[in-house]
């Protein structure tokens, strides 16, 4: 109950194009969904979050899609570029200390 | 603004041998701490978390042991390293009532 399934594992796109991300989880009381970016060698940096309370937020070429009902939420990468050839990681957090992370996913952006 | 370090950046130990890393965060007060560990090409997985002083949670039983002994020190150790030891070693830090987890630089650990 407290994991995050992140799908797919990897994801190959071409520029221009949109790249989706999805995450499912069990635990309603997750309040806190946030992405995080991660280029080889480096620390997982946070992207974007988004609590339940809206279905949808955007920043920039970078959206969470949020479906309360469905415990489901995704990320999408529009006019995907080489440069944010990535793993992606979601995950979510209740009140507590610890943040679940999913599985995280290999982004290839062909240019 | 705040700063999270992590040293070594890189580190090749013997098996055997002893670990200590250490991080740091900068320009916060109690803060919770976290370490993490990331195998190649894998997710993240939580060691140990600390929410004050000399207050350590352990996620996962291994070789590996944590401690506080400043407000925003947090140190990673082994007495005796093991190869399932290697990986990439994650610092992070939260606001003690804020949700996101910023991550410091990593530490790649080879045991051989």
């Known amino acids: 109950q407290q994991q995050v399934k992140q799908s797919p594992q990897s994801l190959i796109v071409q520029k221009g194009g949109i790249s989706i991300i999805n995450c499912a989880y069990e635990?309603?009381?997750?309040?806190?969904f946030p992405w995080y970016q991660q280029f080889p060698g480096k620390g997982p940096a946070l992207l974007i979050a988004i609590r339940p309370d809206v279905s949808e937020k955007k920043e920039g070429r970078f959206t969470i899609s949020f479906n309360k009902s469905a415990k489901q939420f995704s990320l999408h990468i529009m006019d995907s570029q080489p440069g944010d050839s990535a793993t992606y990681f979601c995950a979510a957090k209740t009140g507590g200390f610890k943040t679940i992370f999913g599985a995280g996913t290999r982004l290839f952006v062909k240019a | 603004s705040q700063t999270i370090h992590q040293w070594p950046a890189t580190l090749v130990q013997p098996v055997g041998s002893p670990l200590s890393l250490e991080c740091t965060v900068e320009g916060t007060s109690n803060p919770n701490l976290y370490w993490y560990r990331q195998a190649a090409g894998r997710g993240l997985q939580l060691l140990f978390y600390?929410?004050?002083?000399?207050?350590i949670s352990s996620e996962v039983p291994q070789n590996l042991s944590a401690s506080r002994p400043q407000d925003r020190q947090f140190i990673l150790s082994s007495k005796k390293l093991l190869l399932s030891d290697s990986g990439f070693y994650l610092c992070?830090?939260?606001?003690?009532?804020?949700?996101?987890?910023?991550f410091g630089p990593g530490t790649r650990l080879t045991v051989l």
């Open positions: 600390s929410v004050g002083i000399g207050q």
């Open positions: 635990n309603t009381a997750f309040d806190y």
């Open positions: 992070a830090w939260s606001p003690g009532t804020g949700d996101t987890q910023y």
